[in-house]
Protein backbone atom coordinates (compact mmCIF):
# COMPACT_ATOMS: atom_id res chain seq x y z
CA UNK A 1 0.00 0.00 0.00
CA UNK A 2 1.45 3.39 -0.89
CA UNK A 3 1.40 6.47 0.88
CA UNK A 4 -0.89 9.20 0.88
CA UNK A 5 0.77 12.27 -0.77
CA UNK A 6 -0.08 15.20 1.88
CA UNK A 7 -2.90 17.55 1.25
CA UNK A 8 -2.92 20.94 2.66
CA UNK A 9 -6.01 23.16 4.18
CA UNK A 10 -6.10 26.75 3.40
CA UNK A 11 -8.24 28.36 5.60
CA UNK A 12 -10.39 31.57 3.87
CA UNK A 13 -11.00 33.57 6.85
CA UNK A 14 -12.48 36.37 4.46
CA UNK A 15 -16.00 36.16 6.38
CA UNK A 16 -15.00 36.92 9.69
CA UNK A 17 -13.91 40.19 8.02
CA UNK A 18 -17.33 40.36 6.59
CA UNK A 19 -18.90 40.00 10.09
CA UNK A 20 -16.54 42.44 11.79
CA UNK A 21 -17.47 45.11 9.06
CA UNK A 22 -21.14 44.95 9.62
CA UNK A 23 -20.58 46.55 13.47
CA UNK A 24 -17.20 48.67 11.47
CA UNK A 25 -15.56 48.06 14.41
CA UNK A 26 -12.54 45.09 15.58
CA UNK A 27 -14.58 42.01 16.32
CA UNK A 28 -14.55 39.37 15.47
CA UNK A 29 -10.50 40.15 14.10
CA UNK A 30 -9.24 38.06 11.28
CA UNK A 31 -5.86 37.75 12.63
CA UNK A 32 -6.98 36.63 15.66
CA UNK A 33 -9.71 33.57 13.39
CA UNK A 34 -6.26 32.69 11.54
CA UNK A 35 -4.64 32.03 14.78
CA UNK A 36 -7.01 29.98 16.08
CA UNK A 37 -7.13 28.21 12.67
CA UNK A 38 -3.47 27.68 12.79
CA UNK A 39 -3.79 26.36 16.16
CA UNK A 40 -6.74 23.63 15.08
CA UNK A 41 -4.40 22.26 12.34
CA UNK A 42 -4.85 24.56 9.21
CA UNK A 43 -2.08 24.28 6.89
CA UNK A 44 -2.01 28.02 5.63
CA UNK A 45 -4.04 31.32 5.61
CA UNK A 46 -5.73 32.49 2.60
CA UNK A 47 -7.32 36.25 2.09
CA UNK A 48 -8.55 38.35 -0.57
CA UNK A 49 -8.35 41.34 -0.79
CA UNK A 50 -10.73 42.88 -3.29
CA UNK A 51 -11.03 45.79 -5.10
CA UNK A 52 -13.87 47.31 -2.73
CA UNK A 53 -12.37 46.36 0.18
CA UNK A 54 -16.04 44.79 1.03
CA UNK A 55 -14.08 42.16 3.78
CA UNK A 56 -10.30 41.51 4.32
CA UNK A 57 -8.63 45.29 4.52
CA UNK A 58 -4.88 46.39 3.22
CA UNK A 59 -3.99 46.46 7.14
CA UNK A 60 -5.39 42.70 7.61
CA UNK A 61 -3.22 41.57 4.85
CA UNK A 62 -0.34 43.57 6.89
CA UNK A 63 -1.32 42.47 10.24
CA UNK A 64 -1.47 38.63 8.65
CA UNK A 65 2.12 38.63 6.99
CA UNK A 66 3.61 40.07 9.94
CA UNK A 67 1.96 37.73 13.05
CA UNK A 68 1.10 34.49 11.42
CA UNK A 69 3.17 31.35 11.45
CA UNK A 70 2.13 29.48 8.82
CA UNK A 71 1.67 30.77 5.13
CA UNK A 72 -0.23 33.24 3.58
CA UNK A 73 -1.61 33.35 0.32
CA UNK A 74 -3.08 36.86 -1.01
CA UNK A 75 -6.05 35.97 -3.44
CA UNK A 76 -6.28 39.00 -5.66
CA UNK A 77 -7.63 40.32 -9.24
CA UNK A 78 -4.07 40.81 -11.16
CA UNK A 79 -5.24 44.27 -11.39
CA UNK A 80 -1.93 46.69 -11.58
CA UNK A 81 -3.17 47.87 -7.65
CA UNK A 82 -3.20 44.91 -6.36
CA UNK A 83 -0.09 43.57 -7.97
CA UNK A 84 1.86 46.61 -6.50
CA UNK A 85 0.14 45.81 -2.98
CA UNK A 86 1.21 42.13 -2.85
CA UNK A 87 4.28 43.07 -3.62
CA UNK A 88 4.49 45.33 -0.67
CA UNK A 89 2.96 42.57 1.71
CA UNK A 90 5.26 39.72 0.35
CA UNK A 91 2.78 37.01 0.49
CA UNK A 92 4.06 33.14 0.43
CA UNK A 93 1.84 32.77 -2.45
CA UNK A 94 -0.65 34.97 -4.61
CA UNK A 95 -4.17 33.40 -6.12
CA UNK A 96 -5.07 35.42 -9.00
CA UNK A 97 -8.30 35.77 -9.66
CA UNK A 98 -11.38 37.61 -11.84
CA UNK A 99 -13.28 39.70 -10.16
CA UNK A 100 -16.43 42.14 -10.81
CA UNK A 101 -17.78 44.63 -8.36
CA UNK A 102 -21.32 43.23 -8.38
CA UNK A 103 -20.94 39.54 -7.75
CA UNK A 104 -21.04 37.67 -4.15
CA UNK A 105 -18.26 35.58 -4.60
CA UNK A 106 -15.65 34.77 -7.10
CA UNK A 107 -17.70 33.53 -9.94
CA UNK A 108 -16.02 31.68 -12.71
CA UNK A 109 -12.46 30.78 -13.19
CA UNK A 110 -9.97 33.18 -14.71
CA UNK A 111 -9.84 33.64 -18.69
CA UNK A 112 -6.35 32.60 -18.89
CA UNK A 113 -6.31 32.58 -22.64
CA UNK A 114 -7.81 36.17 -22.79
CA UNK A 115 -5.64 37.75 -20.33
CA UNK A 116 -2.54 35.73 -21.24
CA UNK A 117 -0.76 39.09 -22.32
CA UNK A 118 -1.29 40.42 -18.94
CA UNK A 119 -0.71 37.13 -16.69
CA UNK A 120 2.21 36.39 -18.03
CA UNK A 121 4.63 39.24 -16.77
CA UNK A 122 2.38 39.42 -13.60
CA UNK A 123 3.23 35.49 -12.94
CA UNK A 124 7.27 36.68 -13.68
CA UNK A 125 6.99 39.76 -11.36
CA UNK A 126 5.92 37.42 -8.65
CA UNK A 127 8.27 34.65 -9.57
CA UNK A 128 11.32 37.48 -9.36
CA UNK A 129 9.82 38.38 -6.19
CA UNK A 130 10.17 34.99 -4.39
CA UNK A 131 6.17 34.90 -4.55
CA UNK A 132 4.18 31.72 -5.86
CA UNK A 133 1.35 32.26 -7.92
CA UNK A 134 -1.67 30.15 -8.57
CA UNK A 135 -4.20 31.31 -11.21
CA UNK A 136 -7.80 30.14 -10.30
CA UNK A 137 -9.44 28.50 -13.35
CA UNK A 138 -12.30 26.20 -14.20
CA UNK A 139 -10.87 22.62 -14.86
CA UNK A 140 -10.80 23.46 -18.23
CA UNK A 141 -7.90 21.71 -21.22
CA UNK A 142 -7.16 25.25 -22.92
CA UNK A 143 -7.02 27.03 -19.53
CA UNK A 144 -4.78 24.86 -18.15
CA UNK A 145 -2.19 24.52 -21.42
CA UNK A 146 -2.04 28.22 -21.65
CA UNK A 147 -1.42 28.29 -17.45
CA UNK A 148 1.80 25.47 -17.69
CA UNK A 149 2.54 28.25 -21.29
CA UNK A 150 2.89 30.96 -18.76
CA UNK A 151 4.52 29.31 -16.54
CA UNK A 152 2.42 29.03 -13.84
CA UNK A 153 3.23 26.95 -10.90
CA UNK A 154 0.17 26.44 -9.61
CA UNK A 155 -3.48 26.60 -10.87
CA UNK A 156 -6.39 26.16 -8.26
CA UNK A 157 -9.31 24.59 -9.64
CA UNK A 158 -12.61 26.46 -9.46
CA UNK A 159 -14.95 23.74 -7.56
CA UNK A 160 -18.30 26.21 -7.66
CA UNK A 161 -19.71 24.54 -10.61
CA UNK A 162 -19.68 21.07 -9.09
CA UNK A 163 -20.57 21.83 -5.21
CA UNK A 164 -24.05 23.95 -6.88
CA UNK A 165 -24.60 20.79 -8.73
CA UNK A 166 -24.33 18.74 -5.87
CA UNK A 167 -26.61 21.70 -3.56
CA UNK A 168 -29.24 21.40 -6.62
CA UNK A 169 -29.30 17.99 -6.91
CA UNK A 170 -28.74 17.68 -10.56
CA UNK A 171 -26.65 14.91 -10.34
CA UNK A 172 -26.18 15.06 -14.50
CA UNK A 173 -24.45 17.96 -14.12
CA UNK A 174 -22.91 17.12 -11.05
CA UNK A 175 -21.24 14.24 -12.61
CA UNK A 176 -19.96 16.20 -15.84
CA UNK A 177 -18.53 18.77 -13.38
CA UNK A 178 -16.40 16.00 -11.44
CA UNK A 179 -15.67 14.24 -14.58
CA UNK A 180 -14.24 17.71 -15.49
CA UNK A 181 -12.50 18.10 -11.86
CA UNK A 182 -10.67 14.88 -12.38
CA UNK A 183 -9.75 14.98 -15.69
CA UNK A 184 -8.41 18.33 -15.15
CA UNK A 185 -6.44 17.83 -12.04
CA UNK A 186 -4.78 14.90 -14.17
CA UNK A 187 -3.52 17.25 -17.63
CA UNK A 188 -2.49 20.38 -14.83
CA UNK A 189 -0.39 17.71 -13.02
CA UNK A 190 1.35 15.99 -16.00
CA UNK A 191 1.94 19.26 -17.25
CA UNK A 192 3.95 19.66 -14.06
CA UNK A 193 2.21 22.41 -12.44
CA UNK A 194 0.84 22.04 -8.60
CA UNK A 195 -2.93 21.69 -8.28
CA UNK A 196 -4.90 23.04 -5.51
CA UNK A 197 -8.75 23.62 -5.53
CA UNK A 198 -11.73 25.39 -3.82
CA UNK A 199 -14.83 27.30 -3.60
CA UNK A 200 -18.20 26.03 -1.65
CA UNK A 201 -16.11 22.95 -0.51
CA UNK A 202 -18.18 21.17 2.77
CA UNK A 203 -16.92 18.47 4.70
CA UNK A 204 -18.82 16.14 2.33
CA UNK A 205 -17.10 17.94 -1.13
CA UNK A 206 -13.38 17.81 0.71
CA UNK A 207 -13.76 14.05 1.24
CA UNK A 208 -14.58 13.13 -2.19
CA UNK A 209 -12.14 16.05 -3.82
CA UNK A 210 -9.47 14.62 -1.19
CA UNK A 211 -9.34 11.42 -2.78
CA UNK A 212 -7.61 12.51 -6.01
CA UNK A 213 -3.74 12.35 -5.78
CA UNK A 214 -2.48 15.16 -7.92
CA UNK A 215 -4.14 17.85 -5.33
CA UNK A 216 -2.08 18.76 -2.86
CA UNK A 217 -4.18 22.25 -1.53
CA UNK A 218 -7.44 22.44 -0.72
CA UNK A 219 -8.59 26.53 0.20
CA UNK A 220 -12.08 26.40 2.10
CA UNK A 221 -13.62 29.46 3.49
CA UNK A 222 -17.36 29.87 3.95
CA UNK A 223 -18.82 27.00 4.91
CA UNK A 224 -16.37 26.67 7.82
CA UNK A 225 -17.53 29.93 8.76
CA UNK A 226 -20.93 29.51 8.66
CA UNK A 227 -20.54 26.15 10.69
CA UNK A 228 -18.35 27.85 13.50
CA UNK A 229 -20.88 29.88 14.28
CA UNK A 230 -22.23 26.58 15.63
CA UNK A 231 -19.11 24.54 17.12
CA UNK A 232 -16.61 27.20 16.86
CA UNK A 233 -13.90 27.74 14.12
CA UNK A 234 -11.22 25.16 15.75
CA UNK A 235 -13.88 22.48 16.12
CA UNK A 236 -15.11 23.28 12.46
CA UNK A 237 -10.88 22.65 11.45
CA UNK A 238 -10.83 19.29 12.97
CA UNK A 239 -13.70 18.14 11.78
CA UNK A 240 -12.57 19.71 7.96
CA UNK A 241 -8.83 18.06 8.62
CA UNK A 242 -10.93 14.52 9.53
CA UNK A 243 -12.93 14.72 6.39
CA UNK A 244 -10.11 15.37 4.37
CA UNK A 245 -8.00 12.65 5.91
CA UNK A 246 -10.88 10.26 5.57
CA UNK A 247 -11.06 11.20 1.73
CA UNK A 248 -6.63 10.80 1.09
CA UNK A 249 -6.79 7.50 3.08
CA UNK A 250 -8.82 6.23 -0.31
CA UNK A 251 -5.63 7.44 -2.14
CA UNK A 252 -3.21 4.54 -0.49
CA UNK A 253 -6.15 1.80 -0.71
CA UNK A 254 -6.58 2.45 -4.53
N1 LIG B 1 -10.50 29.74 -3.50
C1 LIG B 1 -10.74 30.88 -4.17
C2 LIG B 1 -9.79 31.25 -5.25
C3 LIG B 1 -11.82 31.72 -3.83
O1 LIG B 1 -12.05 32.85 -4.53
C4 LIG B 1 -12.64 31.36 -2.76
C5 LIG B 1 -13.75 32.26 -2.34
O2 LIG B 1 -13.25 33.44 -1.84
C6 LIG B 1 -12.34 30.17 -2.08
C7 LIG B 1 -11.29 29.36 -2.48
C8 LIG B 1 -13.15 29.72 -0.91
O3 LIG B 1 -14.45 29.47 -1.31
P1 LIG B 1 -15.56 29.23 -0.20
O4 LIG B 1 -15.58 30.46 0.64
O5 LIG B 1 -16.79 29.01 -0.99
O6 LIG B 1 -15.12 28.02 0.57
Redesign the pocket.
Known sequence: MSKSPPLRL?V?I??IATLRNARGGRHPDPLRAARTAIEAGADGI?A?LREDRRHIRDADMERLKAEITKPLNF?MAATPEMIRIALGVRPHAV?L?PERREEL??EGGLDVIGLRDHLGPAIAKFSDAGIRT?L?IAPDPAQIDMAAKLKSPAI?I???AW?DALTDGDTAKASAEWKRIVAGAALARSAGIEV??????DYETAETIAALPQIVEL???????GEAVFVGLAETIRTMRAAMERGRAKVAAA
Open positions: GNDHTHECVTTSFEHTGCHAGHGLNIGFFMI
